[in-house]
């Protein structure tokens, strides 16, 4: 016998499907229709797999000839919803419509602020001073030749001066990493007449060994002046404002007798030891005092050298950089300022 009621369930099912099917349509078209960002494009992609799924889960129920009609039904859905999404996916490429209202002036609170390298911090501090008193900041190049490095500077090939500053050759034999800042003193009077006041920060190379003073660059900063009447006095004025203004009125200058080829005569600088205020400690070895740098008289053969007149007269000197630091923060270890160790940065202030 015939089994009617299995008939007339089969066909409430295909009729519920279709009811369904004809339903999610309608919800997703005007889903579809408001998509304006990607945002809402994806939730609505999303939404259309999971209601194919449930379709296709729900097609269990029916029997063959069922499934051949509903599956026809949601294949067109399918069909339909995709080719509608699509001709949305332009407006995807818009940003969406939450980023828009990130505020990027908002105060994070999580930003780690730096610190300036506590190198840099000195320099700065020492090149401040310089340009107060009126002195122009100029730079030069660290590749360089020989015969700015040495020889415009009264240092010919077999001058025993040259020891003292052995550098790194390039495989050109003229072109050298220069062994101080002093090469800009021959560029900058070859290219300027005076009268002029010139600083040169930057760093210099030499073949020494690495100890706890000494690494194969460091930095310098190099002083100029040529101009009418200028003296020793005018050195030694400069001189101790310069401490003085850089690192506090307590400091004193000392200058001693003492030799570069390039200047005549020539001085060593010293400045009371920044540790001990000059009373005598481990740091300056008791003498209260601390090597800073060399200056001098401009020598008239270096003059001559860059085609002024007999008469020129001028004063010159160098610093080294690095050993203030290295006070200032008790860096045992002159390489400890390349390291980049940030726990010991934070130690010394920074972040
Ligand atoms: N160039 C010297 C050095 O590297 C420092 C120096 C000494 C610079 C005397 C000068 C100077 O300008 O006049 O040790």
Redesign the pocket.
């Known amino acids: 016998m015939y089994n009617y009621s299995n008939e007339i369930n089969k066909n409430r099912e295909e009729k519920s499907m279709k009811e369904k099917i004809k339903l999610q349509s309608e919800a997703l078209n005007s889903k579809i229709d408001s998509i304006t960002d990607t945002n809402s494009y994806n939730e609505t992609n999303s939404l259309l797999k999971k209601i194919l799924k449930e379709f296709y889960a729900d097609m269990k129920n029916l029997d063959n000839d069922e499934k051949k009609n509903v599956g026809k039904l949601i294949n067109d859905f399918k069909n339909e919803m995709e080719s509608l999404l699509e001709s949305k996916k332009d407006n995807t490429n818009k940003p969406n419509a939450d980023t828009k209202k990130v505020d990027l002036s908002i105060y994070n609170d999580n930003i780690k602020f730096g610190m300036k390298h506590p190198l840099i911090a000195v320099y700065e501090k020492m090149e401040e001073t310089l340009v107060r008193m009126g002195f122009e900041i100029v730079q030069g190049p660290e590749i360089d030749l020989d015969r700015n490095n040495f020889e415009m500077l009264n240092m010919e090939n077999d001058h025993p001066a040259r020891d003292?500053?052995d550098t790194f050759y390039i495989e050109h034999p003229d072109v050298i990493l220069r062994?101080?800042?002093?090469t800009v003193?021959i560029r900058y009077m070859e290219t300027h007449k005076p009268p002029f006041k010139i600083l040169s920060p930057g760093v210099?190379y030499r073949v020494d060994e690495i100890d706890a003073q000494h690494t194969p660059c460091f930095y310098?900063v190099?002083?100029?002046v040529v101009g009418e009447d200028i003296t020793f006095s005018d050195l030694k004025g400069t001189l101790i404002a310069f401490v003085k203004g850089t690192f506090g009125d307590e400091y004193e200058v000392r200058i001693t007798p003492?030799f570069?080829p390039?200047?005549e005569p020539?001085?060593g600088i010293d400045m009371s030891c920044v540790i001990c205020k000059g009373k005598g400690c481990k740091t300056c070895r008791n003498t209260g005092w601390l090597r800073i740098?060399?200056?001098?008289m401009?020598h008239p053969k270096v003059f001559k050298n860059v085609g002024y007149p007999k008469e020129t007269v001028g004063?010159?000197?160098?610093?080294?950089v690095n050993k203030f630091p290295m006070l200032y923060y008790g860096i045992p270890e002159m390489r400890t300022l390349y390291e980049n160790d940030i726990e010991l940065w934070k130690q010394i202030g920074g972040e």
């Open positions: 003292m500053q062994s101080h800042t002093s003193q210099v310098q190099e002083g100029l003492s570069y390039y200047t020539s001085a740098g060399g200056a001098g401009v004063f010159a000197f160098g610093f080294g």
